[in-house]
């Protein structure tokens, strides 16, 4: 900037100097009232837009001209100027209206339109201020281990807050507010008081408050929080200083000085108590007030350290259980501390004070409910989301009944697995949303009430497993957010199942795995299977058998009668019905990782527990019951019917021979039809052994198929085939003796194959004329 005279002398500015301190201590060095330095500051034209702002606004912010005139003054960059005031601070650790450069910022952080001030440091320097007194964050000296001072020792003004006497010479280290003394004329006296000789509060050098003062300047000087929560969970400055001021302010307004004394050394406990004693209030605590008189360095420390009791702690949860008495201290003055209104407690505030607010809420939520909502148990609590979109989201990752590999894990009287699977699911999508409980049931589809889901989760609350079960629920939504399923299962659930392993499959699998089909509720029960797997809904809303409890029963059962080789052609049939429906690229059954419940102490069984091996030789015995199989191996009947669905037992060596048997006879019938065998073995005339080699069977098994086909292997000569047999006999009405002579049977023989064959004999008479008829043609 031109036009700006030079100043005579340089006084160079000290560290983190405040700017009034600084020209303060040039008009002292060169004997110059603050008049004339104004004056010396403004530009050659003296228009209003020249002048710089009055000189107790200096620290609060300078406009561009106003820097630009300093600097120019002092010979200075303009930035060292600007460093001088509060602007480098501001959107931190207070606001300022750039238009009248004041701030806005209130309790516990005061205006910085006053400044503390530390005798010590005064004496030091020569009496030049600390552009950082003027924080209400800052109330101590780190080096001189002290709390600042908040008023002048003699008249109790506060400093650094109105404008300088105009026509008189700065005294620096002296009170610059105006004489009180009514017996002289007051114009251009000034107190004059010594502010180097303040008496401060001192303070040991490991002292808590000195470490949470020091906790406060890191964070200025760096501009972020790395220590306590906030040290995986790094946080910009303003937004740490805002934690600490929500907490802060609460511990004045909720804290009982018993209280905030349990929390802070006994000699801040003592000074606090001795300002609310001095004051004609009652009230277990003061608020503001406290901040206002010459005092208020103590209040802002002992409410500063006590604050710094919850931020520095590592975790979410203990920081969460340091703060509970707080909540406390609310409600015993009546107050509604609670989810809905520990968010107001400032603004601008982080999301790890949230969550520390919310664990401090955890043991006071009421309701199952409300601690799935606020994701309590969570590393990091949090407000539930309104989005509607994240309720569709969670809708498509939650089957209606939630993963029996999951369930069983937290089953617990009187509830069964059959309320326990839909109510699970149900909270399952309450984690973290605001959705209705009863709009969950909807969404997925259950068959169980809202009031049904209620139920549910009041045996679990009440479990003692409770806190390890939320945390599971906790987990597992946190995992599905993060990492979604393959399967979309609000698409599943509206599938057409109908068409789920038609009947000609299903005899064509028994045929593979030689299984007998049994009567039509039996490839209902594998249907069943199915579609509760494939649709992540309960059987009772398939389309295939009616819920009752004869049926229930039965299907429970189903279970045993899987082998590994029938099971597998199942979920082939399953990947089938999938592919079918363009859902080729979703696995037919898919659950999440178990390892997301590791170092959890869970009410229901692990099915993992279980040895296989000892549960297959069970399963042989065909007369034990499965639930004497349970008990025998220490589990309950759910976890064993589970684990032989999903690792069935093979068959016992009777029942595997049957077995082979049986799939070798399918085999052996979907190789040759009819028409082939006969053409092979009556017309070629080949052997069963050579049928057998050709198909890849036993020649047992081609013996079984010729009788399949209705044809009677012979021991000597070609076999007859019964259908020629009775066209030729029956239907051409030839006789025994021609037949026979033209196969090689006598006709004693002749006979005998036709009574295998079920053909009736002729009578003689019948025999005659069908020899005269012969003959006559």
């Known amino acids: 900037m031109t036009g700006v005279r030079s100043l005579p002398i340089r006084v160079a500015p000290l560290p983190g100097e405040a700017i009034d301190s600084w020209l303060e201590a040039i008009a002292h060095r060169t004997g110059t009232p603050f008049v004339d330095l104004d004056m010396a500051l403004r530009s050659d034209d003296s228009t209003a837009a020249g002048r710089v702002r009055r000189p107790n606004l200096w620290p609060m912010h300078l406009r561009p001209n106003d820097a630009g005139a300093i600097a120019a003054a002092a010979d200075l960059p303009a930035a060292v100027v600007e460093a001088m005031t509060l602007s480098r601070y501001d959107g931190v650790a207070l606001s300022l209206n750039g238009r009248k450069g004041r701030s806005t910022v209130g309790f516990p952080w005061g205006r910085g339109r006053r400044s503390r001030y530390c005798p010590d440091c005064l004496a030091e320097s020569g009496g030049r201020w600390q552009l950082q007194w003027r924080l209400g964050c800052v109330f101590a000296c780190t080096k001189h281990h002290c709390l600042l001072a908040d008023t002048c020792p003699r008249c109790e003004s506060f400093q650094r807050c109105s404008r300088p006497l105009r026509e008189v010479v700065p005294s620096p280290g002296r009170c610059a507010h105006r004489s009180a003394d009514t017996a002289r004329p007051c114009g251009l006296i000034r107190c004059g008081a010594d502010l180097t000789s303040a008496p401060v509060m001192r303070l040991r050098p490991d002292h808590p408050a000195i470490r949470a ?35 802060a302010s609460r511990v004045l307004v909720y804290g009982s000085i018993e209280e905030i004394a349990e929390r802070v ?11 609310r004693s001095s004051t004609a209030s009652e009230a277990p605590a003061l608020g503001g007030s406290e901040l206002s008189g010459a005092d208020g360095a103590i209040a802002t420390s002992a409410a500063v350290t006590t604050a710094m009791t919850v931020l520095d702690r590592p975790d979410i949860a203990g920081a969460g259980e340091a703060l509970r008495w707080l909540v406390h201290g609310g409600r015993r003055l009546g107050l509604p501390v609670d989810a809905g209104t520990m968010c107001e407690w400032g603004s601008a505030t982080s999301t790890m004070l949230a969550a520390i607010q919310l664990a401090a809420l955890r043991p006071l939520f009421v309701r199952a409910v409300d601690q799935l909502r606020y994701r309590s148990a969570a590393a990091l609590p949090s407000y539930p989301s309104t989005s509607a979109v994240a309720v569709d989201a969670a809708a498509r990752r939650i089957p209606t009944l939630l993963w029996p590999e999951w369930s069983l894990r937290f089953t617990v009287a009187p509830c069964s697995p059959e309320q326990v699977r839909p109510a699970l699911s149900a909270a399952l999508m309450l984690v973290g949303t605001t959705v209705r409980l009863g709009e969950t049931t909807d969404r997925l589809g259950s068959a169980v009430r809202a009031d049904g889901v209620t139920r549910t989760l009041a045996c679990l609350r009440n479990s003692p497993h409770w806190d390890d079960t939320l945390t599971a629920l906790t987990r597992l939504a946190d995992h599905l957010a993060a990492e979604p399923p393959p399967i979309d299962y609000d698409r599943r659930r509206q599938l057409d199942h109908r068409a789920l392993l038609p009947d000609d499959l299903w005899h064509k699998i028994c045929r593979r795995t030689g299984t007998p089909p049994g009567a039509g509720q039996k490839a209902d029960f594998a249907r069943c299977l199915l579609f509760e797997r494939l649709s992540g809904l309960p059987a009772s809303q398939s389309p295939f058998l009616a819920d009752d409890y004869d049926v229930r029963a039965k299907r429970a059962e189903f279970p045993r009668t899987l082998t590994p080789a029938l099971a597998a052609l199942l979920a082939a049939a399953a990947r089938r019905f999938l592919d079918d429906h363009g859902l080729d690229e979703e696995p037919v059954y898919w659950h999440p990782p178990l390892h997301l419940l590791d170092g959890l102490d869970l009410p229901g069984p692990d099915p993992g527990a279980v040895a296989l091996a000892a549960l297959h030789d069970l399963t042989r015995h065909e007369h034990t019951s499965l639930s004497e199989i349970a008990r025998q191996l220490g589990t309950t009947l759910d976890v064993i019917r589970h684990l032989l669905e999903n690792h069935p037992a093979p068959a016992s060596p009777m029942t595997a021979e049957r077995s082979g048997r049986r799939a070798a006879q399918a085999a052996a019938e979907e190789a040759l039809s009819r028409s082939q065998f006969v053409d092979l073995y009556c017309v070629q005339r080949r052997t069963l052994a050579e049928i057998a080699a050709m198909i890849g069977v036993s020649r047992k098994s081609a013996g079984r198929l010729a009788r399949h086909h209705g044809i009677t292997p012979t021991v000597g000569g070609p076999p007859v085939d019964p259908a020629w047999f009775h066209d030729q006999y029956v239907t051409q009405r030839r006789t025994l003796r021609e037949l026979g002579h033209e196969v090689g049977r006598s006709v004693p023989r002749m006979s005998r194959i036709a009574k295998q064959y079920g053909i009736p004999i002729r009578t003689p008479r019948d025999a005659g004329r069908a020899r005269h008829l012969s003959e006559s043609h």
């Open 213 to 247: 003062q020091q906790r406060v300047l890191d964070v200025l000087s760096v501009g972020r929080g790395t220590f306590g929560v906030y040290a995986d969970h790094f946080v910009a400055a303003r937004v740490v200083l805002a934690d600490l001021h929500a907490i």
């Open 265 to 275: 050394p006994a000699d801040l406990a003592d000074a606090l108590a001795r300002i």
